[in-house]
Nanobody
Framework: QVQLVESGGGLVQPGGSLRLSCAASGFTLDYYAIGWFRQAPGKEREGVSCISSSDGSTYYADSVKGRFTISRDNAKNTVYLQMNSLKPEDTAVYYC???????????????WGQGTQVTVSS
């Protein structure tokens, strides 16, 4: 069955870095876009970044542009989110999800991982 499993979250100080991984199984990753989303307590789910299936085009929310980098390794069935210069406002549960389209609209995604907690605090 289709599965997406996030890992790499944790506690980091402001200005630090983390790399999240999204391991995909049960489908051919090459044919799908993958998006990263986050949700903080009391806030709506927010699109962070996504990467297309075709040419690897990438998209970022303005709040993370220049600090986060999304990449994919289809041979390893894994998508990564490198997060640098982390800020307290980046604290949230981060989810990866699958879509036929590279979009920041979460309703276009059909399968989701369970999420990984990222906490940025001193």
């Amino acid at each position: 069955q289709v599965q997406l499993v996030e890992s790499g979250g944790g506690l980091v100080q402001p200005g630090g870095s983390l790399r999240l991984s999204c391991a995909a199984s049960g489908f051919t990753l090459d044919y799908y876009a993958i998006g990263w989303f986050r949700q903080a307590p009391g806030k709506e789910r927010e699109g962070v970044s996504c990467i297309s299936s075709s040419d690897g085009s990438t998209y970022y929310a303005d709040s993370v542009k220049g600090r986060f980098t999304i990449s994919r390794d289809n041979a390893k069935n894994t998508v990564y989110l490198q997060m640098n210069s982390l800020k307290p406002e980046d604290t949230a549960v981060y989810y990866c999800a699958r879509s036929r389209w590279a979009t920041m609209f979460y309703h276009k995604y059909d399968y989701w991982g369970q999420g990984t907690q990222v906490t940025v605090s001193s």
